[in-house]
């Protein structure tokens, strides 16, 4: 599969190309295929941190297409990770369902970058989805001791099989997705408060990812050292 400029873009500013191979693979309730891969030296070149994602690389029709992923649960220690595919029509659902142990796919690490603020603030509060719940998982296990507050929208039942990693301190609400996000939006927008002393992650669909983050900044006050917001994905018009 030959590259295309995304590729050549990427190396410019300094991505960091890798070989990824299938180490396993489960489907986790129909609706979600888990791979289990080796990174390739992956981990141990580019480290670890919260919320990582990598892009990789799939063939459509001959042609180069690159989607993000979040590791889920990477191990520095063996270079392992997994990935979760949500299964539709797309050619990374196609390969995700199709691989077997063994097969390779080519990574880019680029664009990657967060840490939990120092000091270390007293409430997290995250906002997102399927697509972002390994994200939100690997917030609750790096800051394990903070409490939070989350709100994880779905678009059907079977999104629930992938489970928050939430602990005593942590109170999550599922949010059905309704009228385009807008429930969501305004779900949280209700909810959620004001403070000087907590993180802000919103990290779900674009246009409610673009307006919960105006709501906390200007709505609320919050100081942009304190918003951290990343459009997941986008709905088609």
């Not at 410019?12 to 693979?25: E, H, I, K, S």
Request: charged residues 20%.
């Amino acid at each position: 599969m030959k590259r295309n400029w995304e590729a050549l873009v990427l190396k410019a500013m300094g991505g960091r190309d890798f070989r990824l191979t299938v180490l396993g693979t489960e489907s986790i309730d129909g609706h979600y295929q888990r791979l289990l891969v080796d990174g390739g030296g992956l981990l141990e070149a580019c480290g670890v941190h919260p919320t990582m994602w990598i892009r990789l690389w799939f063939d459509n029709d001959g042609r180069a297409h690159q989607r993000a992923y979040t590791l889920v649960d990477p191990d520095p220690a063996t270079g392992r990770f997994s990935l979760e595919f949500a299964v539709h029509d797309g050619c990374a659902a196609r390969w995700a369902t199709g691989a077997r142990v063994g097969d390779t796919i080519p990574a880019t690490v680029q664009g990657t970058a967060f840490q939990l603020p120092d000091p270390t603030p007293e409430h997290l509060y995250l906002v997102g989805d399927a697509a972002s719940l390994p994200a939100v998982n690997s917030l609750l296990d790096a800051g394990a001791d903070i409490p939070a507050t989350v709100w994880l929208e779905y678009a059907h039942e079977g999104e629930k099989s992938l489970a928050p990693r939430a602990r005593a301190h942590h109170q999550v609400t599922w949010v059905p997705r309704r009228d385009d996000g807008r429930h969501l939006v305004e779900t949280v927008q209700a909810a959620l408060p004001a403070s000087d002393a907590a993180h802000y992650w919103v990290a779900c669909e674009a246009a409610s990812t673009r307006d919960l983050a105006r709501h906390i900044r200007r709505g609320l006050g919050v100081d942009k050292h304190r918003v951290t917001s990343l459009g997941y994905w986008r709905a088609a018009a």
